[in-house]
């Protein structure tokens, strides 16, 4: 692949990167992992602003959020003992269905949410557990919803304007029911036809709330909210999941269009939440 990069930058913060993006527009790319660069740099590039050694690698609880830095690689989300015991293990285990072992060892938090294809891997379990995003622009930092950031006009606005520099989630989640599972043609292909995560708060065998996101089967990954309301005080049973699959695949059909091969992905999202809700109703107390 031909470039015309002139200059590395090595910034020393988040707001000093985000103030070179801000200055020089087009012509500059942040790197993280630099997985997606491989394939997709524009010769308009002239400046690589590498972030790569910015202290943004943290995985730490406190009273309020879970808190993981940008940075973090994905395979470093997939072993922390961490996030092994959060919410069943479910942001670790979303992490290890990576594709392959070098773009989870390279890749980053940032560069999978930033970026996001439908069918990458991390968006569906951050909305599921109801994150939020931090990023800084050259001068302070903004925080939303993680989907806003996943909106195409938030998203080209990253990496040009701002930063990403931590996912939260509350802390509250911690203890929730959780689980996710997808669908894709082996167990190597990045690229799913569906990918589901669910998480529970589930008290007395009653969920109180639930979260259902989808991904890979819809322009970006969303979360379904009818199907959560069916959801929410129903008893965590094996007829409660058939009938929220169900409520899924009707709320996804408003969502996704008539196509036979949508038809199809509609109905594996319906069997993939069925299966991840009975994952998840296990071991409820
Ligand atoms: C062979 C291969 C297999 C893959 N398999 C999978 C897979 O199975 N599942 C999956 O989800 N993805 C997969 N990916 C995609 C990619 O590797 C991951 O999404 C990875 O997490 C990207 O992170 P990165 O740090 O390498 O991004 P980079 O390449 O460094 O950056 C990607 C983009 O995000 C921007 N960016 C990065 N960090 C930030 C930040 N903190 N703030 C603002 N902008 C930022 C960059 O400017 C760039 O535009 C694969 C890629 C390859 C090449």
Redesign the pocket.
């Known amino acids: 692949m031909r470039t015309n990069i002139r200059r590395f930058c090595f910034p020393a913060s988040a707001q000093e990167a985000a103030a070179i993006l801000a200055r020089l527009k087009a012509t500059a790319?942040?790197?993280?992992?630099?997985?997606?660069?491989?394939?997709?740099l524009s010769p308009a590039v002239e400046t690589v602003v590498d972030?790569s050694d910015l202290p943004?690698r943290h995985i730490k609880a406190d009273g309020r959020w879970l808190r993981l830095g940008?940075?973090c690689t994905?395979a470093e989300l997939e072993k922390s003992p961490l996030l092994a015991r959060w919410a069943r293990g479910v942001i670790a285990r979303t992490a290890g269905?990576?594709?392959?072992a070098?773009?989870r060892g390279?890749?980053?938090?940032?560069?999978?949410v930033?970026?996001a294809?439908p069918?990458?891997?991390?968006p569906p379990v951050f909305l599921a557990l109801d994150a939020v995003a931090a990023?800084v622009d050259g001068k302070r930092e903004k925080t939303m919803p993680f989907a806003d950031l996943l909106k195409p006009e938030v998203m080209a606005s990253?990496?040009r304007r701002?930063?990403?520099?931590e996912i939260r989630i509350p802390a509250a989640t911690r203890r929730w029911a959780a689980a996710t599972d997808r669908l894709a043609l082996t167990r190597s292909d990045?690229e799913s036809y569906v990918h589901c995560v669910v998480a529970a708060d589930v008290k007395g065998r009653k969920v109180r709330r639930a979260a259902v996101a989808v991904a890979a089967i819809l322009p970006r990954a969303a979360r379904l909210p009818r199907t959560e309301a069916l959801l929410a005080g129903r008893p965590a049973t094996e007829a409660t999941a058939g009938q929220a699959a169900s409520a899924a695949v009707s709320e996804l059909t408003a969502l996704t269009g008539a196509s036979p091969a949508k038809a199809y992905a509609r109905e594996a999202a319906g069997v993939l939440i069925r299966r991840c809700l009975l994952e998840a109703f296990k071991e409820v107390s």
Do not use: K
Request: hydrophobic residues 45%.
């Open positions: 790319v942040v790197v993280a992992g630099g997985t997606r660069h491989t394939r997709t972030i943004l940008a940075l994905i269905l990576g594709s392959n070098l773009a390279m890749g980053t938090l940032g560069g999978n930033v970026r294809h069918f990458n891997n991390l990023c990253l990496g701002y930063l990403l520099t990045w």
